[in-house]
């Protein structure tokens, strides 16, 4: 049965960093492509990052280039995504999700996930 179990969040300062992990027991993890969502309060989800079966491939969201980084290992059947520089906007629950197939493409949003974990809360505040 597939399990997807994320840790690392927390109460952050603004410019801090925190360094999410998505445990992923009960298949075989590297054969799927996996990603990031978050639902920031009020508001509905939003992918942030994707990446594919082999770790090679990755897509991240405009909001967070250059400070959120997506990366796996198959041997821990592990995701991660270490966040840098957070923004209070960068608030709210992160999900760790599986994606149905191996590559990024097509990617037809969230509807292209088909399992999910129950999620981590990441609060960035000062």
């Known amino acids: 049965q597939v399990q997807l179990v994320e840790s690392g969040g927390g109460l952050v300062q603004p410019g801090g960093s925190l360094r999410l992990s998505c445990a992923a027991p009960?298949?075989?993890?590297?054969?799927?492509?996996m990603g990031w969502v978050r639902q920031a309060p009020g508001k509905g989800r939003e992918w942030v990052s994707l990446?594919?079966?082999?770790?090679?491939?990755?897509r991240i969201l405009g909001s967070v280039k250059g400070r959120f980084t997506i990366s796996r290992d198959n041997d821990k059947n592990t995701l991660y995504l270490q966040m840098n520089s957070l923004k209070p906007d960068d608030t709210g629950v992160y999900f760790c999700?599986?994606?149905?197939?191996?590559?990024?493409?097509?990617?037809?949003?969230?509807?292209?996930?088909?399992?999910w974990g129950q999620g981590t809360q990441v609060t960035v505040s000062s």
């Open positions: 009960g298949f075989t993890f590297n054969n799927y492509a």
């Open positions: 999700a599986k994606r149905e197939g191996s590559a990024l493409d097509p990617f037809r949003g969230l509807e292209d996930f088909d399992w």
């Open positions: 990446i594919n079966s082999g770790g090679d491939t990755t």
